[in-house]
């Protein structure tokens, strides 16, 4: 891997170079900081920087072993008192963080990073990169990158070698929901020689009958982990249109796992093996042998 100054790392993928931008500059690491969004917190655990996370939502998740963090609140609603009492060097804030919650903690002499939802691999990469340099971890977060990067540009090779397919995700029910460009989802599906057919809704929402009317040759159910049980009746649903080339190809698949909607560069490049092994499946095999002899 080449490194271009403090601010900027150049991978080379397939394509061509791909620039990562950090604008945090090189500096003392943070060393007590509180997360307000999952994204960030499971970023800073594969960093290995959770000895300086001193407070989590309720939404984050602590890995198998890992003691216990103080709870400052949910997603949406953070507890500005209970931050305080960290006195943490830095608030990571998400886009969820209210604006008034934000302005209360810089108003209380806090210093708040906000990060925005990353729409693509890229971006999300950026994003540990900046975590990385903010708390001492940058080599940590360029290891990751260059491991999840690696395994993204394999797919992607791969998948340029085959035909596409086009591809419906359906990501809500009443009203019938999909993911258009601009989105994590939707660069799955690219990435894994996929053409979305709802790529340019505008609104992300989708008729049923117009999906019959393009007939997509894979459908995906995308649900949270704890709706399950709505992702298999959907499927069900779709089975019945038997007309459908998704339901010919028997390729209606139910994706229940969290890292479709909030993934880390890590779980992107295993979630896009997934969609990869779902829309290309007769070269799925080919594939995963060949990450086997690069591991």
């Not at 620039?19 to 960093?47: A, C, F």
């Not at 302005?103 to 708040?112: C, E, M, S, T, Y």
């Not at 229940?256 to 779902?278: E, G, I, K, N, R």
């Amino acid at each position: 891997m080449k490194k271009t100054g403090l601010t900027l790392v150049l991978i080379c993928l397939l394509t061509g170079p791909w620039i990562l931008k950090s604008h945090t500059k090189e500096q003392i690491p943070l060393n007590r900081v509180v997360s307000s969004g999952p994204l960030i917190t499971d970023m800073i655990y594969q960093l290995g920087a959770d000895p300086h996370l001193v407070g989590v939502t309720s939404y984050c998740a602590i890995p198998e072993g890992k003691p216990s963090k103080q709870i400052i609140g949910t997603v949406i609603q953070i507890n500005v008192e209970e931050i305080v009492w960290l006195q943490p060097d830095a608030v990571f804030a998400s886009t969820l963080t209210r604006i008034k919650q934000v302005q209360a903690l810089r108003n209380q002499g806090l210093q708040v990073i906000q990060f925005d939802n990353p729409p693509d691999f890229d971006t999300l990469c950026n994003m540990l990169l900046e975590l990385g340099t903010l708390l001492g971890r940058k080599q940590a977060a360029l290891d990751i990158i260059e491991a999840a990067a690696a395994r993204v540009n394999r797919i992607r090779k791969t998948a340029e070698t085959l035909k596409k397919r086009t591809v419906f995700i359906q990501i809500g029910i009443k009203p019938l929901k999909t993911a258009e460009q601009g989105t994590f989802i939707n660069n799955y599906i690219e990435l894994a020689g996929g053409s979305n057919i709802a790529g340019h809704t505008g609104s992300g929402i989708f008729s049923r009958e117009h999906v019959l009317k393009e007939n997509p040759d894979v459908i995906f159910v995308a649900t949270m982990g704890t709706a399950t049980k709505a992702g298999i009746a959907e499927k069900a649903a779709w089975m019945k249109f038997t007309a459908l080339n998704a339901v010919k190809n028997n390729a209606v698949h139910v994706l229940a796992d969290d890292s479709v909607f909030s993934p880390t560069p890590l779980t992107f490049a295993q979630t896009l093996m997934l969609f990869f092994s779902h829309i290309h499946p007769e070269a799925a095999d080919n594939l995963i042998s060949m990450e086997t002899v690069h591991e």
